[in-house]
């Protein structure tokens, strides 16, 4: 069984930063594309940053200048820093795992049980 567990967000004031962390755990053998996706308040979830396996990258416009995701690949583990917050950025933030190769199997995707980043004064 393969799960995602984050951690690493809170409570932060407008121009602060974060680093939010996501370890996979199971009989892993690999992961393709790991990312970041977040949901606010009466809005669809969308897509905050992803990185593959080799280390391309992908970031929503809104976060590009400002967020920088990378991946211990060894640890199974995803990993956001974010810089700069707004309080457009006060979401739950989930973790993806796109697809994963355990126990002889791909299957996919996985999500983490999301952690609150909120960014107010």
């Known amino acids: 069984q393969v799960q995602l567990v984050e951690s690493g967000g809170g409570l932060v004031q407008p121009g602060g930063s974060l680093r939010l962390s996501c370890a996979a755990s199971?009989?892993?053998?690999?992961?393709?594309?790991m990312g970041w996706y977040r949901q606010a308040p009466g809005k669809e979830r969308e897509l905050v940053a992803v990185?593959?396996?080799?280390?391309?990258?992908n970031y929503a416009d809104s976060v590009k200048d400002r967020c920088t995701i990378s991946r211990d690949n060894a640890k199974n583990t995803v990993y956001l820093q974010m810089n700069s917050l707004k309080p457009e950025d006060t979401a739950v933030y989930y973790c993806?795992?796109?697809?994963?190769?355990?126990?002889?199997?791909?299957?996919?995707?996985?999500w983490g049980q999301g952690t609150q980043v909120t960014v107010s004064s």
């Open positions: 993806n795992a796109e697809t994963v190769f355990a126990g002889r199997t791909f299957n996919g995707p996985y």
């Open positions: 199971g009989s892993i053998f690999s992961i393709n594309t």
């Open positions: 990185i593959t396996s080799g280390g391309n990258t």
